[in-house]
């Protein structure tokens, strides 16, 4: 079935860095795609979104790239800072209704 | 704006025992979702709905209910609560002319 799947179920930074976090899936017809925030004993928080027909899109810190052809999404969060702690899920949408697929997600831990 | 609400934030039952969970926003927004999230898993659709007056099944619907009394309101039920139903719930809700899904902050339920 479909799925959407992390590389790293954990990654830790040290502030000031740059953050990567990979997700591929696997349902080549999804053409929405979708990263959140999660903070310990809080909801998801949208963080930044983009359509298959991008492959790019950029956001205050935070950049997405899609690669349709490996189907490989991720998430880049520049100059990375202790609020940045949390744990990053994506989630893929392929039909109308807006029915999201989320994949595990990944804990960041940033290091003062 | 108070966004997404979710009531209560936290509850323990017996197993047997029934619950509603309840769910309201303040945004217009058409759709409306109830997940799940488990330890190390992603979330996880239990139903939503589309819009005022229909209701549809998602990934794990299996031992609840929905009920959209309203364009605002969204209730979860569980007629006959199990210890695998213990488990985080969140709300969501959308703009049918977007695709982003806004987050409730979640009740924890706790299934003796």
């Known amino acids: 079935g479909e799925s959407v799947g992390l590389h790293l179920p954990t990654l830790s930074v040290q502030e000031g860095d740059n953050s990567i976090i990979n997700c591929a899936y696997s349902?080549?017809?999804?053409?929405?795609f979708i990263w959140y925030k999660q903070e310990s004993g809080k909801g998801p928080q949208f963080i930044i979104d983009i359509r298959s027909n991008m492959d790019k899109r950029q956001g205050q810190r935070v950049t997405v790239l899609l690669n349709k052809t490996v189907k490989h999404l991720s998430l880049q969060i520049a100059a990375t800072q202790p609020g940045d702690s949390a744990v990053y899920f994506c989630a893929e949408q392929y039909n109308q209704g807006g029915k999201l697929i989320f994949g595990q997600g990944t804990e960041l831990s940033v290091k003062p | 704006n108070a966004g997404v609400t979710q009531t209560p934030k936290f509850q323990v039952l017996k197993t047997g025992q029934s619950m509603t969970l309840q769910c309201a926003q303040d945004m217009n927004h058409n759709s409306m979702y109830w997940y799940r999230q488990d330890p190390g898993m992603g979330l996880r659709l239990i139903y939503y709905?589309?819009?005022?007056?229909?209701?549809d099944k998602g990934e794990v619907p299996n031992g609840y209910n929905v009920s959209r009394l309203n364009k605002r309101e969204f209730s979860l039920r569980l007629e006959s609560a199990a210890p695998s139903q213990t488990s985080v719930y969140f709300c969501?809700?959308?703009?049918?002319?977007?695709?982003?899904?806004?987050f409730g902050p979640g009740t924890r339920l706790l299934v003796l």
């Open positions: 709905s589309a819009s005022e007056g229909t209701t």
């Open positions: 969501a809700s959308r703009w049918s002319g977007g695709e982003t899904q806004y």
């Open positions: 349902n080549s017809a999804s053409d929405y």
